[in-house]
């Protein structure tokens, strides 16, 4: 069992930075292979980025190539998602997930455990 905490959302304006944080309870999260997601409002919720369990590989949505970077700290139990040059449409509620697997996975229901979700708004 993980229990997943965000942390790191606000308002921001379009070009600006924000890091998202997501920390892990548990001894084990080492084993997990890590992964963000978002959801904007009346929309499904969309694969961001995911990484690998040491961390020495990572996928990126299209959308977000470029000006997104996931990395994590498996000393600290802890995954993040540095943002840049956010746009508008970065606009969502942001969740990480845990997978119980070897690989990452870009579809959601491939993910077992999910934090509370942390609130994006980039103003134009």
């Known amino acids: 069992q993980v229990q997943l905490v965000e942390s790191g959302g606000g308002l921001v304006q379009a070009g600006g930075s924000l890091r998202l944080s997501c920390t892990a309870s548990g001894r084990t999260f080492s084993s997990y292979p890590m992964g963000w997601f978002r959801q904007a409002p009346g929309k499904e919720r969309e694969f961001v980025a995911a990484i690998n369990r040491s961390g020495g590989s990572t996928d990126y949505a299209d959308s977000v190539k470029g000006r997104f970077t996931i990395s994590r700290d498996n000393a600290k139990n802890t995954v993040y998602l540095q943002m840049n040059r956010l746009k508008p449409e970065d606009r969502a509620v942001y969740y990480c997930?845990?997978?119980?697997?070897?690989?990452?996975?870009?579809?959601?229901?491939?993910?077992?455990?999910w934090g509370q979700g942390t609130q994006v708004t980039v103003s134009s």
């Open positions: 997930a845990a997978r119980s697997g070897v690989n990452y996975a870009i579809l959601a229901r491939a993910y077992n455990y």
